[in-house]
């Protein structure tokens, strides 16, 4: 009995957790990567970036800093999804929370790279061992080496959406509609993200794939932690 109840308690924790961690998480995401990435980075054009990074210091480190907050969501949504998730099928949700702890992982690689491009963008002893194009080019490298580990990190992402999916279809209380948008959402990541890795010359294609799987890719996962949130701790029996 006090197993059983220390199960339920556990459980509810949990989806607390995650509904919390997934709200900040697209909170912070929509800062560091819709606007404060958006604002600094012209894609192709090194020198109206590097102008950009230079002008906004604060909104660069602030970047950076979101995604240190999201990288630690993240490892935090892979534990409560496996703890609320481990009755339905205990070795599925453990591979789930590992492909997130993967994904993670390869997120960390790549917000190094934003580290980098930092370091050489205002320590000034840089400014005077490179000439400008040099640094103006290493920087644009960074961003883009940055957009491709985490593009590759993605694919993995899709992974463990299609594992939590399947979860929650399997499952009597989360709705149905949940597991089908992120199941949709796992498709989305896995064949956009492979396509701009190994596909790129098919960029217009993959561009009509985004619009294609916009709503799951952003519904898919968000509504679960809303409905965690909301309704999921509450359906812990």
């Known amino acids: 009995m006090i197993h059983v109840q220390k199960e339920k308690s556990d459980r509810r924790l949990s989806?607390?957790?995650?509904?919390?961690?997934?709200?900040?998480m697209a909170l912070t995401a929509f800062f560091a990567y819709g606007y404060a990435h958006g604002s600094l980075v012209v894609q192709g054009d090194p020198k109206a970036t590097w102008d950009h990074i230079l002008s906004s210091e604060m909104l660069f480190k602030a970047e950076i800093l979101g995604w240190l907050i999201?990288?630690?969501?993240?490892?935090v949504v892979a534990w409560a999804?496996?703890?609320?998730?481990?009755?339905?099928?205990?070795?599925?949700?453990?591979?789930?929370?590992?492909?997130?702890?993967?994904?993670s992982a390869v997120l960390g690689i790549a917000l190094l790279n934003l580290i980098f491009a930092m370091q050489l963008s205002y320590n000034p002893s840089y400014l005077s061992a490179f000439t400008l194009d040099q640094l103006q080019?290493?920087?644009m490298l960074f961003l883009e080496v940055f957009d491709t580990v985490w593009s590759i990190g993605l694919?993995?992402?899709g992974g463990h959406l299609l594992i939590v999916g399947y979860l929650a279809l399997k499952s009597d209380s989360i709705p149905k509609i949940i597991g089908l948008l992120m199941l949709l959402a796992s498709i989305g990541y896995i064949v956009i993200h492979l396509g701009?890795?190994?596909?790129?010359q098919y960029d217009k294609i993959l561009?009509?794939?985004?619009?294609?799987f916009i709503v799951p890719m952003t519904a898919g996962e968000?509504?679960?932690?809303?409905w965690l949130l909301f309704r999921g701790w509450k359906s812990v029996s």
């Not at 989806?15 to 900040?24: D, F, H, K, M, Y």
């Not at 999804?81 to 994904?103: D, E, N, Q, T």
């Open 15 to 24: 989806a607390l957790t995650a509904g919390i961690s997934l709200i900040v």
């Open 70 to 75: 999201i990288l630690i969501c993240d490892i």
């Open 81 to 103: 999804f496996y703890i609320y998730l481990r009755p339905i099928h205990k070795w599925m949700s453990l591979l789930g929370a590992c492909f997130r702890l993967v994904y």
């Open 137 to 139: 080019a290493n920087v």
């Open 155 to 157: 694919v993995i992402f």
């Open 196 to 200: 701009s890795a190994l596909l790129p």
């Open 207 to 212: 561009t009509i794939l985004d619009y294609v």
């Open 222 to 226: 968000l509504g679960f932690g809303l």
